[in-house]
T-cell receptor, first 119, second 111 residues
Framework: GAVVSQHPSRVICKSGTSVKIECRSL??????MFWYRQFPKQSLMLMAT?????????EQGVEKDKFLINHASLTLSTLTVTSAHPEDSSFYIC???????????????FGPGTRLTVL | GQQLNQSPQSMFIQEGEDVSMNCTSS?????WLWYKQDPGEGPVLLIA?????ELTSNGRLTAQFGITRKDSFLNISASIPSDVGIYFC???????????FGKGTRLSVIA
């Protein structure tokens, strides 16, 4: 299947700093990427839909000024957690839609996730 | 937001046993996907289903897309220790709409 990478895999930062997480589709071009947040023992919670060349669409309750998303190319989307606080500590996962997958709808492939810890 | 009803929430089984889990929805989906997530990792796609009634296998895994398009099941035959993890179902509709996820089934295999 298609490969999606994330960097970094783990990051520890001080409260008040900003952290950038990269999501790359390695062997396909992704016009749409998705950013999720996952708390321990819970399912994935969609934060936003990232569209190449346009503004991201945020889910209700997700602060767009705090979680900045930039999808500057067909293979890269970035999530920047600005002015991070301890409550932002979580597992952040991106996924990318492969538009060439067989079938009437696209299949999503997930990155390995980024563990963010804010001290 | 919308969420699929996935059951069971957790399972403890003996190695070699078969496993079955399912997802139901109040609305129709055009694609059903099954993912497995290991601790500290992102979900890995196991099986994708695109047509109502479709039955697809991937090794010891078999999944079916319900005829009503509102449900799907995943079976694992002859379980082994490496099957341990959390299994998520997800539904998709046409276009660039996000996936809708189940809450996951946590599988534990006792050797």
């Amino acid at each position: 299947g298609a490969v999606v990478s994330q960097h970094p895999s783990r990051v520890i930062c001080k409260s008040g700093t900003s952290v950038k997480i990269e999501c790359r589709s390695l062997d396909f071009q992704a016009t749409t990427m998705f950013w999720y947040r996952q708390f321990p023992k819970q399912s994935l919670m969609l934060m936003a839909t990232s569209n190449e060349g346009s503004k991201a669409t945020y889910e209700q309750g997700v602060e767009k000024d705090k979680f900045l998303i930039n999808h500057a190319s067909l293979t890269l989307s970035t999530l920047t957690v600005t002015s991070a606080h301890p409550e932002d500590s979580s597992f952040y996962i991106c996924s990318a839609r492969d538009p060439w997958t067989s079938g009437p709808t696209d299949t999503q492939y997930f990155g390995p996730g980024t563990r963010l810890t804010v001290l | 937001g919308q969420q699929l009803n996935q059951s069971p929430q957790s399972m403890f089984i003996q190695e070699g046993e078969d496993v079955s889990m399912n997802c139901t929805s109040s609305s129709i989906f055009n694609t059903w996907l099954w993912y497995k997530q290991d601790p500290g990792e992102g979900p890995v796609l196991l099986i994708a289903l695109y047509k109502a009634g479709e039955l697809t296998s991937n090794g010891r895994l078999t999944a079916q897309f319900g005829i009503t398009r509102k449900d799907s099941f995943l079976n694992i035959s002859a379980s082994i220790p490496s099957d341990v993890g959390i299994y998520f179902c997800a539904g998709s509709t046409f276009g660039n709409t996000p996936l809708v996820f189940g809450k996951g089934t946590r599988l534990s295999v006792i050797a």
